[in-house]
């Protein structure tokens, strides 16, 4: 016998580990995760070479446990369906090249590779390890994660970007026609430690997706950030990813416009609702530009195309007046991402970039770029 473990904890930390496992890998060991031991935790871990998930959990050993690969999705459904509560693990073969699963009757039989082939991880000297709240950093992640360019020419904007300082650590996304900003304050962290120390680094997009979903419903969440690695550790499982190793553009900040002088605040859903239908105008043509008319305590939408025009009204609290166009689904997006009842539109000027944030918040917000349309709402 190598190990039994309890089949719904075993079943737990499969389905989270399979989640990096590409079962069409062209890299057969990589269809598989790997299990060790580590006094009396089993360590299941699987990778794709970019990212790690691991996973932990207790076992009872035998003897005759070694290191050992194994097909991902076949172990995973033979737990899931197992008929006991317990799932016991032994060699079998003349020179232990298959491991044999056994649950009562049941047994699943799978060749096996040698643990040590298995590929690893290995993060830089000097890591820099704190905790903070998962639930934060999980919101921060996906609020942002949406602005990210997918554009493979700018890899240095193709990700996430985490960048501590005094005021706490900024999580920032953008494509260059839009930059998401959420900052995390000191507050949220579990100890008193230097966040302007942590090292400036950019997640892979699609890896902050996955901090932010194994960190969702978290209290705390225990991070290691070095200069090629980061980690993400709730509970017994940990996420490891590779870091963009292209500069995230040092001058973001500047992108977020100053002397904001004009600011409307309006109901978040109400301007959602009707930049919705306003947009219908122009669905069918693929267009989404929209005019913004601010009037003092108003404001109308209008849209047009060649198939039509529509026009909507709402209350803003707002002194001046002015017209400005935005594209319609940026600012859907970013409302999406914005949990707060009313908002603030705040800009300079009419052809310059405004800003979409919570009322009265100045550090959570959208910056996004002026867009020019070829008509007027007079005209």
Known sequence: MMFTVEKSR????????????????????????????REDTLIVRGSDLDVEMIG???????PG???FTCESRSILEFVRSAPTTEITAAAVGSERQFVSFTSGRARLRLPILPGGDFPRLEPAENAFGFRMSGAALSAALSAVAYAASNDISRPQICGVLLEGG????????????????????????A?????????????PTESALRIAKLAADADRCELSV?????????????????????????????????????????????????LSRVMIANAKAGEGGVWLVLTPGAMALH?????????????CDVDTSISFAIIGSQAIEALNRIKAERIEIALAAPDAAFVLRPARDRENLVTIMPYRLSWRPEE
Request: no cysteine; aromatic share 8%; charged share 30%.
């Open 226 to 274: 070095a200069s090629n690695l980061m980690a993400a550790r709730v509970g017994a499982v940990s996420f490891v990813t590779k870091l963009i190793e292209d500069i995230f553009p040092t001058v973001w900040r500047r992108v977020i416009p100053e002397g904001l002088d004009i600011v409307a605040t309006l109901g978040r859903d109400h301007f959602e609702a009707a």
């Open 10 to 37: 075993f079943a737990a930390i499969l389905a989270e580990v399979d989640k990096v496992v590409k079962p069409k890998n062209t890299i057969p060991i990589l269809q598989h995760v790997v299990f060790e031991r």
């Open 303 to 315: 849209a047009r195309s060649q198939d039509g025009d529509a026009v909507d009204q709402m209350e």
């Open 191 to 203: 100890e008193d430690i230097e966040i302007d120390q942590i090292p400036r680094v950019t997640l």
């Open 65 to 67: 446990f070694f290191a």
């Open 166 to 189: 005094e005021d706490g650590l900024s999580v920032v996304a953008t494509d260059g026609k839009r930059l998401e900003k959420r900052l995390l304050p000191p507050e949220l962290f």
């Open 56 to 62: 932990e959990l207790p076992a009872e050993f035998g």
